[in-house]
């Protein structure tokens, strides 16, 4: 994966078919290696009684990005959710603006959280 960053012209010369081939592997490995890092510490939860998020889904059966935030890291939506859209609302009336400023919110902290890097504001 890190990889393509430094050598672009190989994503460059892909032809279209192969690039979506190339962007649904990487989206697939990216689901494997998070259900094996997140699935352990999930059955160490469970050995000691904690109930844990569930499992991802599977990304190739996601059709909308929204459901890609519920469903693919429930933890981190939950979270997400409880401890910084919710208030950020109760203390707004009730708008679109604010909805748009409690989003803006939870973008800003997963963007601190990833190291503040460029790639993840593209």
């Avoid at 981190?76 to 208030?87: G, R, T």
């Avoid at 989003?103 to 504001?121: E, N, Q, T, Y």
């Amino acid at each position: 994966q890190q990889s393509l960053i430094f050598h672009p012209n190989v994503v460059n010369s892909l032809n279209l078919w192969a690039l979506c081939g190339l962007v649904y592997f990487l989206a697939q490995f990216f689901q494997l290696k998070y259900v094996v890092m997140y699935g352990w510490s999930s059955f160490l939860a469970h050995m000691d009684n904690v109930e844990a998020p569930p499992h991802p889904k599977c990304i190739g059966r996601i059709h909308l990005y929204s459901d890609m935030w519920r469903y693919f890291d429930n933890g981190l939506y939950l979270f997400l959710q409880q401890y910084i859209y919710l208030p950020v609302m109760a203390c707004l009336p009730t708008t679109l603006l604010a909805r748009l400023c409690a989003s803006a919110v939870c973008f800003s902290f997963v963007c601190v959280w990833h190291g503040m890097i460029d790639r993840v504001l593209i």
